[in-house]
């Protein structure tokens, strides 16, 4: 019951963060909101301990469990990243979603137990989840890059463009991004090579078939801007894909196992 009050205090604050920064964007006012960024910090803080008591100090992968651990690692990443180079329309989509996992893992989904994971799996696991949550991140500011750009080319000019960072800086921070997130998956491919003995018993050829695929994209985009110069649109949409094959990887197969087939992912 506790930890359902917890709970429910981290997503009020969630949402109030979001609303906060929300504000500023529709109405012309100050694009960044200290205050609700302080919000969404308690509430990542909050979220954490919910993490921590609802299983029990562990690495908890289950479905429900590792949404709510990822959606707060992007939360935290968001308040981060705005500390470098404020863009706070990217919490009011980061916060939001966040909120719903939170509630999601809290109050819908079964009681799970963590299973018992060598320091090597921890590692891979850890790392996963880095890479998830920048590349995450960068799916985001990809989509306010897509509106900075559509929004210049119809000239509109209205409060969320205003608020936004300079295109070309919008266009660093992604690559930025994706840069540390290809690392990161890159990392992940290495270290689940090392450590995973047996794909087809641990029914994880799905999952790793599908990242190998995100990582080619991530590559060929990195490449792209490197060698060709390759930058809005192209960048967006390979951005997107590369992420919808990595949801697909991490999570996609994990409901199909766990939801419907009933077997641990």
């Not at 000239?155 to 991004?177: M, V």
């Not at 190998?212 to 930058?231: D, E, K, N, S």
């Not at 809005?232 to 997107?240: D, E, K, M, Q």
Request: net charge positive; proline share 3%.
């Amino acid at each position: 019951m506790t930890i359902h009050l917890f709970a429910l205090l981290a997503i009020a604050l969630y949402l109030a963060a979001a609303g906060g920064l929300a504000r500023p964007l529709l109405s012309g006012g100050q694009p960044l909101n200290r205050s609700a960024l302080g919000l969404a910090g308690t509430a990542v803080l909050i979220h954490a301990g919910i993490l921590l008591g609802m299983h029990r100090g562990a690495l908890d992968l289950h479905f429900f469990a590792a949404l709510s651990l990822v959606a707060c690692v992007v939360s935290a990443l968001t308040l981060l990243v705005n500390l470098d180079r404020p863009v706070a329309a990217l919490g009011v989509i980061v916060f939001p979603l966040t909120a719903l996992l939170l509630a999601a893992d809290s109050y819908l989904a079964p009681t799970t137990a963590p299973l018992t994971l060598g320091w090597q799996i921890k590692l891979h696991v850890t790392v996963a989840l880095l890479a998830f949550s920048v590349l995450s991140i960068a799916a985001a500011v990809a989509i306010l890059l897509a509106v900075q750009e559509r929004a210049l080319r119809h000239r509109q000019f209205g409060p969320l463009l205003r608020a936004l960072p300079p295109l070309t800086l919008t266009e660093t921070l992604l690559f930025r991004l994706i840069g540390a997130g290809f690392l990161l998956l890159t990392l992940t491919l290495l270290t689940g090579a090392l450590f995973v003995g047996d794909l087809f018993g641990q029914h994880l050829i799905h999952k790793t078939v599908l990242s190998i695929i995100a990582w080619l994209v991530f590559g060929a985009l990195l490449f792209g801007r490197w060698r060709y110069g390759w930058r809005g649109r192209s960048a967006v949409n390979l951005t997107l894909i590369g992420m919808g094959v990595l949801l697909l990887a991490f999570f996609g197969t994990k409901a199909v196992l766990e939801l419907i087939l009933h077997r641990t992912a």
